[in-house]
């Protein structure tokens, strides 16, 4: 049996959400993180699950999450910094990368990721772009239409050979990724698509959460 390790990165602020942390509002019952954890836990390959964790939730959270395979470490200042702390610790050769913030996140999906992972090294889950996306400049003039057929918006989870990501991780440790497999695209080292769902949203506003609760 392939073994999977899981990072849930939990180290922010929710600063552009408001003044309760998003990862502990509630949907149906349950908190987010809850949510964006569970489905992860009914695969028995993901034998680790490492949670870096802002402070000022860490003993919250680590009341909620109780499952024996998770195991917390202290958050970064930023996203980066925290997926860099957690992959210190990572045991296993492929690791899954999560964002705490996405409570919808189907089991086929993460199926998907798990077996394509193994196959290609590094994917990520996106879905294909629906809008017509123009280019505006800094007058706010329209320059152009892009054409959409090759464009795609980027979720989570994304997964990687950990040596991989570990070692792009070292060598932007200063930089500022706002994902993890642009590291590697700045790298040249091929990425994947495993296709998503458009309903794998990511709580950012309030309006997420509700549209969150109707989804559920």
Request: net charge negative; proline share 3%.
């Given at each position: 049996?392939?073994?999977?390790?899981?990072?849930?990165?939990?180290?922010?602020?929710?600063?552009?959400?408001?003044?309760?942390?998003?990862?502990?509002?509630?949907?149906?019952?349950?908190?987010?993180?809850?949510?964006?954890?569970?489905?992860?836990?009914?695969?028995?390959?993901?034998?680790?699950?490492?949670?870096?964790?802002?402070?000022?939730?860490?003993?919250?959270?680590?009341?909620?999450l109780t499952d024996k395979r998770i195991k917390f470490v202290e958050g970064g200042n930023t996203r980066q910094k925290s997926v860099f702390n957690a992959l210190k610790h990572v045991q296993?050769?492929?690791?899954?990368?999560?964002?705490?913030?996405?409570?919808?996140?189907?089991?086929?999906?993460?199926?998907?990721?798990m077996d394509s992972v193994v196959e290609f090294g590094a994917v990520s889950v996106m879905t294909k772009t629906t809008d017509t996306i123009k280019e505006v400049n800094e007058d706010g003039l329209i320059v152009k239409t892009i054409d959409r057929s090759k464009l795609y918006n980027t979720q989570t989870p994304q997964a990687f050979k950990t040596s991989l990501i570990r070692d792009a991780h070292y060598k932007f440790l200063d930089m500022e990724f706002t994902d993890d497999s642009a590291m590697l695209e700045e790298l040249n080292i091929p990425v994947y698509v495993v296709l998503g769902s458009y309903t794998n949203i990511k709580i950012t506003t309030k309006s997420d959460l509700d549209f969150a609760k109707l989804y559920i």
């Open positions: 049996m392939t073994k999977f390790s899981l990072i849930i990165p939990a180290g922010g602020t929710s600063s552009r959400y408001g003044n309760k942390n998003k990862l502990l509002e509630l949907i149906d019952n349950k908190t987010v993180i809850e949510h964006s954890l569970e489905n992860f836990l009914l695969f028995d390959e993901i034998t680790e699950v490492i949670i870096p964790t802002n402070v000022s939730i860490r003993e919250e959270i680590e009341h909620l296993n050769e492929y690791v899954i990368i999560h964002d705490g913030a996405r409570p919808l996140i189907k089991e086929g999906v993460i199926s998907q990721v």
